[in-house]
């Protein structure tokens, strides 16, 4: 599973890049001899009207578009065949083709990965729609605690005696979160057909397990979505920020957990692991984890989302994930944080296979998550790289010349020892790291 769901998410990402290329190659006038999605033997291959060879290699590990001049899937030039090529031969070349087209063909993968997120995120958003206003109670979460006299389609005003923010205000609930007592039940003021009236119900935020990252202490130790917590070391608990506040204090020592499922208890035992955290101010935190995210006792009421506003928090979502990417290296490189949190390709696959077993929204979740960092990835000026071409061209651009082949060699060599290099770093830590 975890290998199927590695092959297909890497391949789906591949495969968007290095369309970018060539759909752009050839709107531009660049002529694609092969378009190839993994390396290695063929095992499938036809070729279209515009003779181009579309083809399926049998290690679907990366892929390729070779255009016409190229020596090798890495673009490398073939002097010796562009040499004999006439000028309209040369023009749909990328080594002869303007400087405005060999740019555009290149910076399109990571740019098609981007827009591949970004409609990814746009679609989830549209069809989960957003949370409505007032919050209304859309569907009742199974919980230990009987009782509970909210129903569907309550609108919430209130809980224990606190209002929550307006509609359209811009304010959080996280005022009111903060400030909840930890009791098991909660009066809530709710607007039922129209009657403002006040109820009993579970707490807001209970120990209730929303979701679980992979490759995490919840994981590991099989906790599940719709899980409720119930004790910790013995200690009841009845709300999230008891189980946070735990978690956070217990200095890594091992945690013995009752857990609710579906009416019966089973007890498990866990140990919170250390996690650096993104901060809105661009820094990082380090705290005490065990991998769960918490949620409300109740499912609440969605409304439409339109295409605008979704697309809007798409592009919101991808670029979060630009900077959050951009200051983990950043912070990495300086020491703040610790260099396990570079993951190689057997962390990828385990996240891949992780999240498929969640379901298919939280795989394609993934998928997008991936087309990002792939995208930012190739961006880096490093030679082999998207990133790296582009940067030759600048200086082609200003120079009025392209670097000499000699300079291009060595730059080459020492981008894929880099690269090389930081895989089998990577590699490293997904084998050693905790």
């Known amino acids: 599973m975890t290998i199927l769901a590695f092959v297909v998410a890497l391949s789906i990402i591949v495969a968007v890049h290095e369309y970018g290329h060539y759909i752009v190659g050839r709107w531009s006038g660049i002529k694609a001899e092969v378009f190839s999605l993994g390396f290695g033997p063929v095992l499938f291959s036809r070729r279209d009207r515009h003779g181009t060879r579309w083809q399926v290699a049998a290690l679907p590990f990366g892929g390729y578009v070779k255009f016409l001049g190229d020596s090798d899937a890495a673009s490398g030039q073939d002097g010796a065949a562009m040499a004999e090529m006439p000028p309209d031969r040369l023009r749909q070349t990328m080594h002869g083709a303007p400087l405005w087209a060999r740019t555009a063909t290149v910076a399109a993968g990571p740019v098609f990965n981007f827009i591949l997120s970004i409609l990814v995120f746009a679609a989830i958003m549209i069809g989960g729609g957003k949370t409505a206003e007032p919050l209304t109670v859309g569907e009742l979460k199974p919980l230990p605690v009987q009782g509970t006299a909210l129903r569907a389609g309550d609108e919430i005003l209130s809980v224990a005696g606190m209002d929550l923010p307006e509609p359209g205000s811009g304010e959080t609930y996280d005022a009111v979160l903060d400030a909840l007592p930890a009791e098991a039940r909660l009066d809530y003021g709710v607007r039922r057909d129209g009657t403002r009236l006040t109820v009993t119900g579970p707490h807001l935020m209970p120990p209730l397990v929303g979701g679980v990252s992979p490759q995490s202490a919840a994981f590991d130790a099989g906790l599940e979505a719709g899980d409720v917590i119930t004790a910790v070391n013995g200690t009841p608990v009845v709300a999230f920020s008891e189980l946070k506040d735990i978690v956070e204090g217990s200095d890594g020592a091992a945690l013995a957990l009752d857990v609710w499922r579906a009416g019966e208890t089973l007890s498990l035992t866990l140990v919170p692991r250390r996690t650096d955290e993104p901060q809105p101010d661009g820094g990082f935190r380090t705290q005490w984890r065990i991998g769960v995210a918490g949620a409300m006792a109740f499912e609440p009421a969605t409304e439409a989302m339109g295409p605008v506003e979704a697309l809007g928090g798409a592009v919101g979502q991808t670029w979060m994930i630009v900077e959050s990417s951009l200051s983990g290296l950043y912070h990495m490189v300086t020491g703040a944080i610790s260099s396990c949190n570079m993951s190689g390709p057997i962390g990828i ?62 730059m080459m060599s020492l981008g894929l020892t880099l690269i090389l290099s930081l895989m089998l770093f990577a590699v490293f830590n997904d084998l050693f790291c905790p």
């Open 349 to 410: 696959a385990q996240v891949s296979g992780a999240m498929a077993s969640q379901g298919a929204e939280s795989f394609i979740w993934f998928v997008a998550v991936l087309s990002t960092a792939v995208g930012l990835l190739n961006l880096f000026p490093v030679p082999v790289l998207d990133g790296g071409h582009l940067v030759f061209y600048a200086y082609e651009a200003v120079a009025g010349r392209p670097p000499s082949a000699r300079a291009l060699r060595v």
